[in-house]
């Protein structure tokens, strides 16, 4: 079974913190993802990886940065956190023969006082 | 960007009857994911379409990618109470996957 986790199942940070989100998958799978997922707007991509130190931005990569630095690890950074962050992460991860088959991990719910 | 249709967006049903719930698009995609989220849980994927036509089981779950490829459908048979949940559908063409909104089912035991 594909195993992706995800170092906090709960987080609370204050404003201005600088937060690191990690995740990790054990089916050396190429492909990596960042989500969040908000009520009603269901799940926005953040950034993704394709390659250990390749990284391509998503659809609202503003505020985030991430870090491939091997392949089995995606970090996702929030610089300076801000309350429109609250919410829930999700990372998923994909092999290159089937890069659109994403296995996602159980979620960081992170809130920003 | 590409937009996902899904519905309903929430079923209440009689535990032992069956359910449908379908997604449609604009466009035109290679492939269809349906995937199951529980509260407080990352979503988990339950069956993956790869082929117009395709018709896939997982159990009691059948799901099948729409001949047009732009719409996909998935059905529970005898539903039971664990099966509540939020049940997504994915649709991709290259490396991103749009996802619909969600159908949130409740079963009544």
């Known amino acids: 079974d594909v195993k992706v986790t995800q170092s906090s199942r709960y987080l609370v940070k204050r404003t201005g913190e600088k937060v690191f989100l990690e995740c990790v998958q054990d089916m050396d799978h190429e492909n990596m993802f960042w989500y969040r997922q908000d009520p009603g707007l269901g799940l926005r991509l953040i950034y993704f990886?394709?390659?250990?130190?390749?990284?391509e931005k998503g659809d609202i990569p503003e505020g985030y940065s991430v870090s491939r630095e091997k392949k089995e690890r995606f970090s996702l950074i929030l610089e300076s956190a801000s309350t429109n962050q609250t919410s829930m992460y999700l990372c998923?991860?994909?092999?290159?023969?089937?890069?659109?088959?994403?296995?996602f991990g159980p979620g960081t719910r992170l809130t920003v006082l | 960007g590409q937009q996902l249709n899904q519905s309903p967006q929430s079923m209440f049903i009689q535990e032992g009857e069956d359910v449908s719930m379908n997604c449609t698009s604009s466009s035109i995609f290679n492939t269809w994911l349906w995937y199951k989220q529980e509260p407080g849980e990352g979503p988990v994927l339950l069956i993956a379409?790869?082929?117009?036509?395709e018709l896939t089981s997982n159990g009691r779950l059948t799901a099948q990618f729409g001949i047009t490829r732009k719409d996909s459908f998935l059905n529970i048979s005898a539903s039971i109470p664990s099966d509540v949940g939020i049940y997504f559908c994915g649709g991709a063409g290259s490396y991103q996957l749009t996802f619909g909104k969600g159908t949130k089912l409740s079963v009544i035991p």
């Open positions: 379409l790869y082929k117009a036509g």
């Open positions: 990886s394709y390659d250990v130190k390749m990284k």
């Open positions: 998923a991860s994909s092999p290159r023969i089937a890069p659109d088959t994403q296995y």
